[in-house]
Antibody
Framework: EVQLVQSGAEVKKPGESLKISCRGSGYRFSNYWIGWVRQTPGKGLEWMGGIFPYDSDTRYSPSFEGQITISADKSSNTAFLQWSTLKASDSAMYYC????????????WGQGTLVAVSS | DIQLTQSPSFLSASVGDRVTITCRASQGISSYLAWYQQKPGKAPKLLIYAASTLQSGVPSRFSGTGSGTEFTLRISSLQPEDSATYYCQQLNSNPHTFGQGTKLEIK
C-alpha cells in the first residue's frame, strides 16, 4: 500500500528555521516525484515545488523560489521541505504528494503538516 | 503563471441532482488537467486526471471533459458523501497551479 507519512505539527517563532518531512512507503520512492502543496484559508491550494529523488532534480514555483528548500534522502525514502527564516505568513497546512511523470497528477497525498508561526 | 478560474465558487444541490463545475485556464494546457476532492480536515483526493480519466476506485458518477482552456467536472447523481470542495490543477507547466476551489453543499 502506497503511503506518505508527514511529520507532526510545528509551532515556531518568526525568524526561526524549520524542516518538515514526508516519508514514502509501499512503492519505489526514488522513481516518483514528491511535490509540496501549501494550503491557507485565504489562498487555497498552492503548488510550491517538487523533487525527483532519483537524481534530486528539483523544481520550484517562482512564487516560492528562494524562500524554501526542497530535498530528499533516498536511503530513508524521505523528502523534506525547509525554511531558514520563517515568517508569520508561512503559517499554513503543508501537504506532500506523489506524482509519477511530467504531466502526471498528484495521486497519493500525505496527511498534512500544520505549521504555525507566531511571536 | 497559468491561471485557473473555477465556477461557481459555491454550489448547493440536492441528492440525485446532476452538477457541473467548470475550470477555465488562462492559456491552453492540452489535456493536462486533474480534479481533486477535499473534505474538511483531510488531504485532497485525486478524482480525474488527463482531463477525463477516472482514477482507480472513484465512483463512475464522476466524469471529466475538456481540452485546451475549458474543462468540466460532472457528478451525474449527487450523493451525500459528495459534499466537499473540488479543485482543478493544471500540469502543463511550472508552476502547477490550482483553481480557487468550488465548495459543494448538499441541501
Amino acid at each position: 500500500e502506497v503511503q506518505l507519512v508527514q511529520s507532526g505539527a510545528e509551532v515556531k517563532k518568526p525568524g526561526e528555521s524549520l524542516k518538515i518531512s514526508c516519508r514514502g512507503s509501499g512503492y519505489r520512492f526514488s522513481n516518483y516525484w514528491i511535490g509540496w502543496v501549501r494550503q491557507t484559508p485565504g489562498k487555497g491550494l498552492e503548488w510550491m515545488g517538487g523533487i525527483f529523488p532519483y537524481d534530486s532534480d528539483t523544481r520550484y514555483s517562482p512564487s516560492f523560489e528562494g524562500q524554501i528548500t526542497i530535498s530528499a534522502d533516498k536511503s530513508s525514502n524521505t523528502a523534506f521541505l525547509q525554511w531558514s527564516t520563517l515568517k508569520a505568513s508561512d503559517s499554513a497546512m503543508y501537504y506532500c504528494a506523489r506524482r509519477s511523470l511530467d504531466y502526471s497528477p498528484l495521486d497519493y497525498w500525505g496527511q498534512g503538516t500544520l505549521v504555525a508561526v507566531s511571536s | 503563471d497559468i491561471q485557473l478560474t473555477q465556477s461557481p465558487s459555491f454550489l448547493s444541490a440536492s441528492v440525485g441532482d446532476r452538477v457541473t463545475i467548470t475550470c477555465r485556464a488562462s492559456q491552453g494546457i492540452s489535456s493536462y488537467l486533474a480534479w481533486y476532492q477535499q473534505k474538511p480536515g483531510k488531504a485532497p483526493k485525486l478524482l480525474i486526471y488527463a482531463a477525463s480519466t477516472l482514477q482507480s476506485g472513484v465512483p463512475s458518477r464522476f466524469s471529466g471533459t475538456g481540452s485546451g482552456t475549458e474543462f468540466t467536472l460532472r457528478i451525474s447523481s449527487l450523493q451525500p458523501e459528495d459534499s466537499a470542495t473540488y479543485y482543478c490543477q493544471q500540469l502543463n507547466s511550472n508552476p502547477h497551479t490550482f483553481g480557487q476551489g468550488t465548495k459543494l453543499e448538499i441541501k
